[in-house]
């Protein structure tokens, strides 16, 4: 039971921003990937433990319920982005968890070059061309390093923007970025983000 029809690849959401994959590439039906399974695309609305059955609500159809019995029930419900902790994270940030947010994000990355390319005052145009990414886990830096890619491979069909005054800034509240990494590996990463003209 899932309210999407599809697995998304969220490990290679990224590079949806920067075009160096196609979406179709992250996305696999559920339906395929299990074709022995009895997939249904519903809400669950309640679990019922004494007579061990799932109650679903199709989505897009208040009436329509279905119970489904059960001899073993797994919840896997996921995760959700905790904004709580940085106050002003929330109103100012961009999610990225699903696809939609990836095209969000892309979008809003064009958008700002065309901005850049007719902007005259020098400290507005430096604000449209600054990007923060917090978080110096695999998301954050994979996320950083596309968009550096991105925004400096892009300005090269701006006539007014040289990828000089592009800034992308990954921050970081540890005393290193991907700390599941083995320090070697990790000071390497920095090192290579550094000289693709990262912040760090």
Not at 78 to 100: C, I, N, Q, R, V
Not at 107 to 115: A, D, F, K, P
Not at 124 to 150: C, M, P, Q, R
């Amino acid at each position: 039971v899932s309210r999407e029809n599809f697995f998304l690849s969220q490990p290679m959401l990224s590079e949806v921003v920067s075009g160096s994959i196609e979406p179709p590439h992250i996305v696999n039906p559920i339906r395929r990937l299990l074709p022995r399974a009895s997939f249904h695309q519903a809400e669950i609305e309640s679990v019922d433990a004494d007579s061990r059955e799932v109650v679903i609500n199709y989505l897009g159809d208040n009436t329509h319920y279905d119970h489904i019995p059960y001899d073993h029930l797994v919840v896997a419900v996921g995760s959700s982005t905790d904004f709580s902790s940085l106050p002003g994270m929330a109103e100012h940030a961009f999610p990225f968890k699903t696809l939609g947010d990836a095209f969000s994000l892309r979008n809003h990355l064009i958008g700002v070059l065309e901005q850049a390319e007719v902007e005259t005052h020098p400290q507005e145009k430096s604000e449209l061309l600054t990007f923060v990414v917090a978080g110096g886990g695999y998301t954050g830096v994979e996320v950083a390093a596309e968009i550096n890619d991105f925004m400096r491979e892009a300005a090269k069909s701006y006539r007014n923007i040289d990828a000089k005054e592009i800034r992308v800034i990954l921050l970081h509240s540890g005393n290193r970025i991907l700390p599941v990494l083995p320090d070697k590996l990790a000071e390497f990463s920095h090192r290579v983000l550094e000289r693709r003209g990262l912040e760090i």
